[in-house]
């Protein structure tokens, strides 16, 4: 069986017409390989699996790489419990829990004599295995065996009990090992001729291009109350500050931020100002510009090496035309401008974390307790972070190491073989992958933005907090 941590479900309407169904004698032939398997005291998971991917090649290959009586005797050593799986798109009906996952694999044995009824057990489980028998003791009947992830992963009710009265066993040997068989997907290739739907996404209105409208009155030297309504026009300049892309108009310190820009620059404040106040003082006269992100590292240098200088003087049209061209050169094309301006409700298109860079404050995940972490079984982290949900530019990714659909077994720290049939090789080999790290987590701090809610919505403490030094401006 496979669960969505395995395998990711193709899109309704998806041209899934291509991946021939097997014929019933295809199918019979199967059978007939598993209940080999199955005489010989082997337990065979997620059959269906294979079942839908099946053709003649691929029995082929499966009757020589496993079910044989001299491949059988081979993984009997190893293990007495097969389980297929699949890396990447499938239809959703093939989509069901694994076993390690909607069956009991542990037993929580407890010595009701020593129990003093604290119900601590009760509290710590994150998993609400446990439920009060009115005594405050764990009710011997009442129980969510199959949610309890074990002593590898977890043991918290263990490590808790002040009379060191529970104990965790498997609830089933044949779950001490499992070879998984990695099939290849031919629902692949349909998932890429799969269009998403047109209404799955909420577009924000600067997608538009919308064009910028600036007060007169805007009192170009007071960066405080210029940037306020900068921000209400959604015009946007950002500075690369520290290696930090930063949205000016958010800073509580415009001018010292620009003086720690002009040294990292190697340029002159005052003239950084200068520039800063010029391109301001001008922007309500300038048509046809467009609301948006601009890089203020772009502008500010040819503002000073352009204009200020060489003293030209743009009061007149042509002037003004030459400032706009300039202005125009530094604007990023990038569909949101900020964090803040956030379409209310839906949902954001794919790779737009890119406009959300928010690099303040300290708090950022450090993933130091690996060992204890479900991954993709939980994922609370990631779909927690309000910045890119897991996308290739999110604040955190969750990146596989293995198939996906082998680590359940491996965050238990139960002994895991792959047999990968995948690639194409005459002799496929079982592999050991028992001692392989599951999956690792990338942070990324451009898009963090310090909220710590990944700190604290991981139920099993793996993630710590850590401070990030960034130096915003002078002190002076
Ligand atoms: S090991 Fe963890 S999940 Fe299992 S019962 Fe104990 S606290 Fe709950
Ligand atoms: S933690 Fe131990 S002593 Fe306390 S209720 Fe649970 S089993 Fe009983
Ligand atoms: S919330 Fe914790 S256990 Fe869950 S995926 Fe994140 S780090 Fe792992």
């Not at 106040?277 to 503002?303: A, C, E, M, T």
């Not at 204009?307 to 003087?313: N, Q, R, V």
């Amino acid at each position: 069986m496979i669960s969505q941590a395995q395998a990711m479900p193709v899109a309704a309407g998806a041209s899934l017409k291509k991946v021939a169904a097997p014929s019933p004698e295809l199918l019979k032939e199967l059978d007939q390989l598993i209940e080999l398997a199955q005489r010989q005291g082997f337990r065979i998971d997620s059959i269906h699996v294979a079942q839908a991917m099946l053709n003649q090649k691929m029995l082929k290959t499966l009757e020589q790489a496993i079910f044989n009586p001299d491949r059988l005797a081979e993984i009997k050593g190893k293990s007495s419990r097969i389980e297929f799986i699949v890396e990447g798109s499938i239809p959703s009906y093939l989509l069901t829990e694994p076993a390690l996952k909607s069956e009991p694999i542990y037993k929580q044995v407890i010595g009701y004599n020593l129990c003093k009824s604290c119900g601590l057990c009760i509290d710590v489980c994150p998993k609400k295995v446990y439920k009060d028998d009115g005594y405050g003791k764990p009710d011997v009947a009442l129980r969510h065996t199959e949610e309890c992830t074990g002593n590898f992963q977890c043991r918290q009710c263990v490590d808790i009990c002040p009379e060191n009265t529970i104990h965790l066993t498997l609830a089933d040997p044949i779950f001490k090992s499992v070879l998984y068989v990695l099939l290849p997907n031919p629902y692949q290739e349909a998932m890429r001729q799969t269009v998403a739907r047109p209404d799955f996404f909420v577009l924000n209105p600067l997608v538009q291009g919308l064009l910028l409208r600036i007060p007169e009155k805007m009192p170009a030297k007071d960066l405080r109350v210029s940037h306020k309504i900068l921000d209400q026009c959604n015009f946007f300049p950002i500075l690369k500050i520290n290696g930090y892309s930063r949205h000016l108009v958010d800073s509580k310190t415009p001018e010292a931020d620009l003086k720690t820009w002009a040294k990292e620059n190697f340029r002159n404040p005052e003239l950084v100002l200068d520039a800063v106040y010029f391109i301001y003082s001008k922007l309500p006269s300038i048509p046809s510009l467009k609301q948006g992100k601009y890089s203020f590292d772009h502008l500010i240098n040819r503002v000073i090496d352009e204009i200020i200088l060489p003293e030209i003087a743009i009061q007149q049209e042509g002037g003004l035309d030459f400032l706009r061209q300039i202005i125009e050169s530094g604007f990023v094309a990038e569909v949101f401008s900020g964090a803040k301006k956030r379409p209310i409700g839906g949902l954001l298109p794919p790779g737009t974390s890119v406009a959300w860079k928010t690099p303040y404050g300290n708090d950022v995940p450090k993933y130091t307790h690996l060992e204890k972490c479900l991954g993709p079984e939980c994922g609370l982290c990631v779909t927690h972070c309000p910045e890119g949900a897991g996308g290739e530019n999110a604040a955190i990714r969750m990146v596989p190491l293995v198939p996906l659909g082998a680590i359940p077994s491996l965050v238990r720290g139960l002994s895991t073989y792959l047999l990968n049939l995948e690639e194409p090789s005459n002799s496929p080999k079982i592999e050991d992958i028992s001692k392989k790290q599951p999956f690792e987590f990338e942070v990324n701090l451009d898009y963090c933005k310090a909220c710590g809610i990944c700190i604290s919505c991981c139920p099993h403490d793996v993630i710590e907090s850590d401070v990030r030094i960034f130096d915003i401006g002078e002190s002076t």
